[in-house]
């Protein structure tokens, strides 16, 4: 019968090993997320997932703060974050550093999820947007491609740390074969 882990037998790394560690070729670009909680749910999947580093952009909001940590319980402290008050700013600069673009949006010619094939040694950028409008059509516009979730009952949109759970699990595991 299965006996589920015990934290000590997990063996995840130390705040300094976290640091330390090379990390899988993915930055999740947050636009203007309006609940902290969603920022830190984000935070503590990209800590799962160990990925390059979070941008947090216009009014998403950053740490410190209690409502970040109430979901992120300290990935905010090890997953590296910057801060851009513009989002179109921060992909030109993360392009300008060799980083492919992604926005997770519903688009005409958007390239659904399960079909999305890197290609070896591209790192990538997903955008997520805001909870109400998504991601903004200037920065949609700008991306390389659009990556959409296929969705299959009444709802026309997802929780946008739900999205950043899936497009990040899906995402990672063609990265890393």
């Known amino acids: ?10 063996n995840r790394l130390d ?3 976290f640091r330390a560690a090379e990390k899988v070729p993915l930055i999740v670009v947050l636009d203007n997320i309006r609940s902290l909680h969603n920022v830190g749910s984000v935070f503590r999947t990209a ?12 009014i998403t909001a950053t740490p410190p703060s209690p409502e970040i940590r109430k979901t992120a319980l300290g990935a905010e402290d090890a997953v590296a974050w910057h801060y851009h008050p513009d989002t179109l700013t921060a992909i030109h600069q993360l392009r300008s550093e060799g980083w492919k673009i992604a926005a997770v949006e519903q688009c005409h010619q958007s390239v659904m999820l399960h079909n999305f094939q890197p290609i070896a040694g591209e790192r990538w950028a997903l955008v997520l947007g805001n909870e109400v409008r998504g991601v903004q059509q200037s920065v949609v516009d700008a991306a390389d491609l659009v990556l959409e979730i296929p969705q299959f009952g009444t ?11 899936i497009v990040l699990w899906e995402v990672f595991r063609k990265i890393r074969g």
């Open 47 to 58: 800590d799962a997932f160990r990925l390059e580093a979070l941008h947090l952009c216009g």
């Open 155 to 165: 709802k026309h949109s997802l929780n946008v740390s739900v999205a950043a759970g």
């Open 1 to 10: 019968m299965p006996q589920k882990l015990h934290v000590e037998e997990m």
């Open 15 to 17: 705040l300094n090993a």
